[in-house]
């Protein structure tokens, strides 16, 4: 049976996140969501993103997913071992922070989420967020 994200769970964390810019006076934000195999499966944009911030989710949401960590792991790797991501042979992916895989009680990968709209790193923090959010839900 292939285990994967939940529709209700995407709509769930949606609402999770969009509820920040409000609680914090920020900027709207976009949200990407994919299966375990980086098909993209939910996205959603607060009115006022810039146009690009759904692609730019959907693209750290494609990478968590391909690479099975986050992006900013994947930056901190490139970094350290001195590699370009063309290296990985795998079109699409980024190390811009703010993707995140999303694991299931077993351990095993059902998708993975992409924010974008804020900093790189507190788009991270709010991948992170989300994907805790789901964890405890």
């Given at each position: 049976m292939v285990r994967r994200i939940s529709?209700?769970?995407?709509?769930?964390?949606?609402?999770?996140?969009?509820?920040?810019p409000a609680e914090e006076n920020?900027?709207?934000?976009?949200?990407?969501?994919?299966?375990?195999?980086?098909?993209?499966?939910?996205?959603?944009?607060?009115?006022?993103?810039?146009?690009?911030?759904?692609?730019?989710?959907?693209?750290?949401?494609?990478?968590?997913?391909?690479?099975?960590?986050?992006?900013?792991?994947?930056?901190?790797?490139?970094?350290?071992?001195?590699?370009?991501?063309g290296m990985f042979a795998c079109p699409g992916v980024t190390a811009m922070p703010g993707g995140t895989p999303i694991y299931d009680s077993d351990g095993e990968l059902i998708g993975a989420i992409g924010i974008s709209g804020w900093s790189a790193d507190e788009d991270q923090m709010l991948a992170d967020a989300c994907v805790a959010f789901l964890s405890s839900n």
């Open positions: 529709f209700e769970q995407c709509r769930a964390v949606s609402e999770f996140l969009f509820r920040k920020r900027k709207p934000l976009a949200i990407a969501i994919t299966d375990q195999a980086a098909n993209l499966i939910y996205v959603a944009h607060m009115d006022g993103i810039h146009t690009r911030g759904g692609s730019i989710a959907s693209a750290k949401a494609f990478t968590a997913a391909r690479m099975h960590r986050t992006t900013k792991n994947l930056l901190e790797y490139c970094k350290a071992n001195n590699m370009e991501l």
